[in-house]
């Protein structure tokens, strides 16, 4: 199973783009590459889900390039409410709902 | 869509003691997963049910912790015996039939063993 490395935390302000680069070297073929947010006291949310180039919804961007050996949760304009600890997952294809969450990374947005 | 429901959200229990955690998936969701969060620690997956079905249980602790998901009710996660190790959030999701777009996730049961 492909290991995640992601940073322990990271600060930012309301109003700036977060970037959240999470790497995997050891991704397999037929490994996807998806993001999930947690707050306190609750589970995680699903935010976003890719295997290769950019996608994009409402609520973030996610970039993986060609080697596929790292992807970068995009946030843009960060507000309070998305302080909360957001884990980098690499799923197999044929055991997807075997999610393996690491310790994450604890985003704290400031005023 | 009430989403899936945990009770309770809370669970205090004594060493020895029996607890039951409830889950009941979203409307529609047939597939139903248990996961265990330790403090400052990412979740761990337990098992994976449908109905009547332990379809995959290889993250269950191999005494004092079962599963099951009846034709009708709630998904119950039981805990026999529970000791302090046992304290934890227990998270559920579910999904549909088919398709992998992400799992809803429960607001957890928090289990204290005191």
């Known amino acids: 199973l492909a290991k995640t490395t992601q940073p322990i935390s990271m600060d930012s302000y309301e109003g700036q783009e977060v970037n959240i680069t999470c790497s995997h070297n050891?991704?397999?073929?037929?490994?996807?590459i998806t993001w999930y947010q947690q707050f306190p006291s609750q589970g995680p949310r699903f935010i976003i889900q890719g295997y290769k180039t950019k996608v994009t919804n409402e609520v973030a961007s996610l970039f993986i390039p060609a080697d596929r050996k790292s992807s970068t949760l995009s946030l843009p304009r960060v507000s309070l409410s998305d302080t909360a600890v957001y884990y980098c997952?690499?799923?197999?294809?044929?055991?997807?709902?075997?999610?393996?969450f690491g310790s994450g990374t604890r985003l704290l947005v400031r005023p | 869509n009430a989403g899936v429901m945990q009770n309770p959200r809370h669970l205090v229990r004594r060493r020895g003691q029996e607890a039951r955690l409830r889950c009941s998936p979203m409307k529609g969701h047939s597939h139903v997963y248990w996961y265990r969060q330790l403090p400052e620690e990412g979740l761990k997956f337990m098992v994976y049910l449908q109905k009547e079905n332990i379809i995959d249980e290889s993250g269950m602790p191999k005494e004092r912790f079962s599963a099951e998901f009846p034709k009708e009710g709630p998904s119950i996660l039981r805990i026999q015996q529970v000791v302090r190790g046992d304290s934890a959030a227990y998270f559920c999701?579910?999904?549909?039939?088919?398709?992998?777009?992400?799992?809803?996730f429960g607001s957890g049961t928090r289990l204290t063993v005191v």
């Open positions: 999701a579910s999904s549909p039939p088919t398709g992998n777009y992400g799992y809803t």
């Open positions: 050891n991704i397999a073929t037929n490994d996807y």
């Open positions: 997952l690499v799923v197999p294809e044929d055991s997807s709902y075997k999610l393996i």
